[in-house]
């Protein structure tokens, strides 16, 4: 079991010289992942088949057949993708039962790939939160310290990489939901540049923001599984038709030349000790590599939170108005209490089904998209993004990656938050700018609070240039050395 602290790449190079085989890489994961459940509620689901599959690929090593990049390496997914013949609940009461008769593009090529989905991991539900807290299946917790959120809404996967209950995972992220939690955790959270990934067999919850990523233990690991997901793809007309770079490849830890650009509107008195700390380490170390450090200005951010609430919530309305009691997923039951008329039937399924932060969403975003309403909030809103991506297109005229803090504390306690939701809404103020404009953004983590708890900074770069922000991203884990150490739960 000393194998359980590898990353994927360590991992593949174990297969690759037969010192491992897959069913024992597997069967260790699958084992330490369901022991530490109980305490840290990381996995909604476990995949009953992941062991058979895992036998599947030692076959085909055996008999020397071509195989996948991923091959044989157990991989968590967030229980908001598809997966065939594996509950996907999206942590809600709504779909609790749902068995989707397929996959999403984002799975179909980690398979394709030799990947094993090796569990669900749980999230806020529907992906609305920053704790992972809102999840019917309970919270997720931190592995660094239970007592504090592993962020959200992708805190499951990401617990499930820092506490070694997967090598690696997938999340989601619409306003920060993968860089967040991988910043709470200490791991390494990529959200691609919009377009770049298949929405395909993603529950939605906000269309023109949601982006699926990898969630690792390393740099390289990210880049491995970002070019096995990523690419065009004929069942989302928004994916983008740019060939996918052998990231993994090129990464590079020199930054001669580079502009590292600092938002002075992302750096306030807001941001704690430890997070300012933690973020000069990472400046002083990209200089060390060779990079210069520019201040640049993006006026538009202070509207980031009121421009990102306004547009998922309005978005999050229209796509959740599938789950009517009719089609497939939760129905109150109506054969005890018969329903009056049609609109009590819709009331009491989504009054049931849904929970309180979901319908909260709802509420505001049917108000924001009502006659009345529309053009003063959700037009507003697309105008002021269409300008707030313009300012970000002139800032990396100036500079080559921005960074930043990804939130401006370390993981905050269990319950803190919950019951504030303008609280809440506020620890995504650095990060959902990077969805409005569809940009790349990641955290990598740089280092650690003084409670102990871990710290990363926020990396982002312009439309399709993940290959940069990836080395800067390399430059500082190289420097950092963080990656041995890991949550001991």
């Known amino acids: 079991?000393?194998?359980?602290?590898?990353?994927?790449?360590?991992?593949?190079?174990?297969?690759?010289?037969?010192?491992?085989?897959?069913?024992?890489?597997?069967?260790?994961?699958?084992?330490?992942?369901?022991?530490?459940?109980?305490?840290?509620?990381?996995?909604?689901?476990?995949?009953?088949?992941?062991?058979?599959?895992?036998?599947?690929?030692?076959?085909?090593?055996?008999?020397?057949?071509?195989?996948?990049?991923?091959?044989?390496?157990?991989?968590?997914?967030?229980?908001?993708?598809?997966?065939?013949?594996?509950?996907?609940?999206?942590?809600?009461?709504?779909?609790?039962?749902?068995?989707?008769?397929?996959?999403?593009?984002?799975?179909?090529?980690?398979?394709?790939?030799?990947?094993?989905?090796?569990?669900?991991?749980?999230?806020?539900?529907?992906?609305?939160?920053?704790?992972?807290?809102?999840?019917?299946?309970?919270?997720c917790k931190n592995p660094w310290n239970a007592d504090y959120v592993p962020g959200g809404s992708s805190g499951g996967s990401a617990a499930a990489v820092a506490a070694s209950m997967a090598p690696a995972s997938i999340g989601t992220d619409t306003g920060g939901s993968i860089r967040q939690p991988a910043n709470f955790c200490g791991v390494v959270g990529v959200k691609p540049t919009y377009g770049r990934v298949s929405r395909y067999g993603i529950v939605a919850f906000a269309s023109s923001l949601d982006q699926a990523g990898p969630m690792t233990k390393t740099v390289y690991d990210s880049a491995l599984m970002l070019e096995v997901i990523s690419g065009a793809d004929e069942h989302d007309s928004t994916t983008s038709q740019r060939p996918v770079p052998k990231w993994s490849g090129a990464l590079n830890e020199n930054l001669k030349g580079l502009k590292i650009g600092l938002p002075k509107e992302y750096f306030s008195g807001q941001i704690s000790a430890d997070t300012q700390k933690v973020v000069e380490q990472s400046l002083e170390i990209v200089k060390s590599q060779g990079a210069e450090v520019v201040e640049v200005s993006l006026p538009l951010v202070k509207y980031g939170i009121p421009i990102y609430y306004l547009i998922a919530t309005s978005e999050a309305s229209s796509n959740l108005a599938r789950y009517d009691g009719v089609r497939y997923g939760y129905?109150?039951?109506?054969?005890?209490?018969?329903?009056?008329?049609?609109?009590?039937f819709y009331s009491r399924t989504r009054g049931e089904g849904f929970g309180s932060e979901v319908k909260r969403r709802i509420i505001l975003g049917t108000y924001c998209l009502s006659a009345g309403y529309y053009d003063a909030y959700y037009k507003k809103a697309s105008q002021v993004r269409r300008l707030l991506t313009e300012e970000f297109k002139q800032a990396f005229t100036q500079c080559d990656v921005l960074l930043s803090p990804v939130t401006t504390h370390p993981a905050f306690k269990v319950g803190e938050r919950v019951d504030d939701p303008l609280q809440m809404y506020l620890n995504d103020i650095y990060t959902t700018s990077t969805n409005l404009a569809g940009l790349p953004g990641m955290s990598v983590p740089a280092g650690f609070s003084s409670e102990g708890l871990p710290i990363g900074v926020q990396l982002t770069a312009a439309h399709f240039d993940e290959q940069t922000m990836l080395n800067v991203a390399y430059a500082i884990e190289k420097s950092v050395s963080l990656t041995k150490e890991w949550a001991d739960v």
């Open 1 to 139: 079991m000393s194998f359980i602290h590898y990353s994927l790449g360590e991992l593949k190079k174990c297969l690759d010289q037969k010192e491992l085989s897959a069913t024992e890489i597997t069967k260790a994961f699958l084992e330490r992942a369901q022991s530490l459940n109980p305490k840290i509620n990381a996995y909604i689901s476990f995949n009953e088949k992941a062991v058979e599959q895992a036998e599947q690929v030692d076959s085909k090593l055996h008999k020397g057949e071509t195989v996948g990049p991923l091959s044989g390496l157990p991989i968590a997914i967030k229980d908001l993708l598809c997966t065939r013949g594996l509950k996907t609940t999206a942590a809600s009461r709504m779909l609790e039962n749902f068995v989707p008769p397929y996959s999403a593009t984002v799975v179909e090529r980690l398979e394709k790939a030799g990947g094993i989905v090796l569990g669900k991991a749980n999230l806020d539900e529907f992906a609305m939160g920053s704790s992972n807290e809102t999840s019917y299946f309970g919270p």
């Open 331 to 344: 129905r109150s039951n109506f054969q005890e209490i018969p329903a009056r008329d049609l609109a009590e």
